[in-house]
T-cell receptor
Framework: GAVVSQHPSRVICKSGTSVKIECRSL??????MFWYRQFPKQSLMLMAT?????????EQGVEKDKFLINHASLTLSTLTVTSAHPEDSSFYIC?????????FGPGTRLTVL | GESVGLHLPTLSVQEGDNSIINCAYS??????FIWYKQESGKGPQFIID?????DKRQGQRVTVLLNKTVKHLSLQIAATQPGDSAVYFC???????????FGTGTRLQVTL
């Protein structure tokens, strides 16, 4: 149990376009989901906390207008990278919280050309 | 392991040997710690956790030690196998909305 999926697993887009990444908890409900970004050979950095039915809480230095988060249901949170640029190329990972545990998705590799 | 710029510290061990991966955490108020394993191109995979009221916890082939005095965490893997090759991260719960702060990571390479 406690499986989290992400879609797509990898995406390549042109600079200036927007990309949406989905995070789903498949067999449990999650009122809270987290979005992380990981650059090559670096650690996971928390971007924002996504709460169902309310606005996301962004970490310091993360632009909320650039990284739009929507948590419209208890099983789905989406991260939209708006006007993507090459420096946004990264591995984006979500997690879903159940009780005191966080279950991680497999990640989405974003490449912006 | 200590972070060295953008290069992950690497620990090389022979198959069958024991591995010890270290982590220094930052927040003395953290009350929950987790070790994750991350294989290339995948999300983190839970290995073992420990609460701050404990100093040792054992799992299957893995042991986590917590030294709150020096804010140090270690992961011991017994009889290391090739499948253990991955990057290992410690994470601390800051206590606020279950947010996790990840350490810099250590790459474990298992040689035959």
């Amino acid at each position: 149990g406690a499986v989290v999926s992400q879609h797509p697993s990898r995406v390549i887009c042109k600079s200036g376009t927007s990309v949406k990444i989905e995070c789903r908890s498949l067999d449990f409900q999650a009122t809270t989901m987290f979005w992380y970004r990981q650059f090559p050979k670096q650690s996971l950095m928390l971007m924002a906390t996504s709460n169902e039915g309310s606005k996301a809480t962004y970490e310091q230095g993360v632009e909320k207008d650039k990284f739009l988060i929507n948590h419209a249901s208890l099983t789905l949170s989406t991260l939209t990278v708006t006007s993507a640029h090459p420096e946004d190329s990264s591995f984006y990972i979500c997690s879903a919280r159940a009780d005191s545990w966080q279950y991680f998705g497999p990640g989405t590799r974003l490449t912006v050309l | 392991g200590e972070s060295v710029g953008l290069h992950l510290p690497t620990l090389s061990v022979q198959e069958g040997d024991n591995s010890i991966i270290n982590c220094a955490y930052s927040n003395s108020a953290s009350d929950y710690f987790i070790w994750y394993k991350q294989e290339s191109g995948k999300g983190p995979q839970f290995i073992i956790d420990i609460r701050s009221n404990m100093d040792k916890r054992q799992g299957q082939r893995v042991t986590v030690l917590l030294n709150k005095t020096v804010k140090h965490l270690s992961l011991q893997i017994a009889a290391t196998q090739p499948g253990d090759s991955a990057v290992y991260f410690c994470a601390e719960n800051t206590g606020t909305a279950s947010k996790l702060t990840f350490g810099t990571g250590t790459r474990l390479q298992v040689t035959l």
